[in-house]
């Protein structure tokens, strides 16, 4: 018999005021370490359990992180818990307010110590709630809704002009160049799964989380960079302020974990204001936003939980080893997860092509960095993240390589 059984565990990650923050050269050329914290990070660990099979979902608000740290920070979480690695996701919300947690060529020793001491101690942290998350058995339903709003817009600004020549201006702050009109694709679609806990007579409140009554999942694909380069001082970002949000509005016993969308071209609606209520402002229209959606929500039906990774293995010549493609599926919901940043366009194909009647892409998962565009953008155009692309040695067909498996998997275990 299929049933669903979730635990629930999270933990405080705010780095010290001697890291740096990740998202920007610009500060960390004047300059290591941060102001102070505007609000505390957070790692989130849900464990999802049906018959034999165990997933775990780590979110964790966190800029980026390598490929190394990232398959350490799993092999570790598997060793805990003895959920295989493939089963275990780590996904970023990418912050651009959290601590640096990769060493650049310019750092001396004591930061690339602090660096490391940091990752250490993350580690430890992520492991202990993953642990702790997997001794908690509620038994649970799933439910899915979706929040359609506008929350971003695509900043990269295409012309032609009249000889046929493209090229991009980058918009990374509406409000300072009221003269343009976004012109490219944003996905306004923000997918949400709510796991609820039911009655069980046969739950044990001593390895139970006091009050932990349903977790909200909601992926949204919009580039977290309400503070902006200007900023110094830690924050969550948008994601953070949605989250609080969503858990006070649901009331006691709620969880809310973020999965940032694909939205490598897409920035927040007040992107780069370096102004706390902006943060506010996004977040809670986003957090209302869901709840409101949530009236909405649909259960979906439950028969069974599995997991598939396929990597894509990269040239000597590429600065990345590999790109990771993980499928989670929950009943008859899916998290397709990704590493580095991927335009926005992927995930409106992935959706629109997933058989399952709820998808969420968690880009920036697993570790690895980078931006992958599209084929025509990598082909035919300029700008930040094509050059980005270029430096990193990625192919302009690698997005659509991506997109194929991870729509070939999905589909296989829909099916299945």
């Known amino acids: 018999m299929n049933e669903l059984f979730f635990g629930y565990c999270d933990t405080v990650i705010t780095p010290p005021d001697t890291m740096g923050l990740a998202g920007y050269a610009y500060r960390i050329n004047h300059g290591f370490g941060n102001s102070g914290v505007l609000d505390n990070l957070y790692a989130r660990a849900l464990s999802l359990k049906s018959n034999d099979v165990n997933l775990i979902v780590i979110t964790m608000d966190i800029c980026l992180i390598s490929e190394e740290t990232g398959d350490m920070i799993r092999k570790k979480v598997a060793e805990k818990t003895g959920v295989p ?3 275990i996701m780590l996904s970023l919300s990418h912050t651009h307010s959290g601590p640096v947690t990769t060493k650049g060529n310019n750092y001396n020793t004591e930061i690339s110590h602090e660096i490391d001491a ?26 899915a809704s979706t929040f359609t709003a506008v929350m971003g817009y695509n900043r990269r600004y295409t012309t032609v002009d009249a000889n046929g020549n493209k090229s991009v ?6 409000w300072q160049n009221k003269m343009y009109s976004p012109n490219e694709s944003i996905d306004p679609h923000i997918p949400i799964l709510m796991i609820e806990r039911v009655d069980d ?8 989380a006091v009050g932990t009554e349903r977790v909200v999942l909601f992926n949204v694909p919009v580039h977290p960079v309400v503070m902006g380069q200007q900023n ?36 927040s609606l007040l992107a780069c204001q370096c102004n706390p209520k902006a943060i506010d402002v996004v977040g809670k229209a986003i957090g209302y936003g869901i709840c409101a959606s949530l009236s909405l929500r649909k259960e979906l039906i439950f028969d069974g939980l599995k997991a598939v990774t396929e990597n894509i293995e990269l040239q000597d010549s590429v600065k990345a080893k590999k790109i990771i493609t993980q499928v989670f599926k929950i009943g008859k919901a899916a998290i397709a997860a990704v590493s580095c940043e991927c335009f926005t366009e992927l995930g409106i194909r992935i959706r629109n092509e997933s058989q399952f009647d709820q998808t969420l892409v968690a880009t920036n998962s697993n570790g690895g960095y980078g931006y992958i565009p599209t084929r025509e953008t990598l082909m035919s155009y300029n700008g930040y993240e094509v050059d980005s692309a270029r430096r990193m040695g990625f192919d302009e067909n690698l997005l659509d390589r991506m997109g194929d498996i991870i729509i070939k998997n999905l589909n296989c275990l829909a099916e299945g």
């Open 85 to 87: 690695i493939e089963n």
């Open 118 to 143: 940091y990752i250490d101690c993350l580690t430890d942290k992520l492991v202990t709630i993953s642990s702790q998350a997997c001794s908690i058995k509620h038994k649970g339903k799933i439910y």
């Open 169 to 174: 201006k980058m918009l990374f702050n509406l």
């Open 201 to 208: 007579n046969n739950f044990d409140p001593y390895l139970s």
């Open 232 to 267: 110094r001082y830690v924050s969550s970002d948008y994601p953070g302020a949605a989250r609080k949000c969503i858990e006070e509005i649901l009331g006691d016993g709620t969880k809310a974990m973020f999965l940032l969308g694909a939205c490598g071209n897409v920035n």
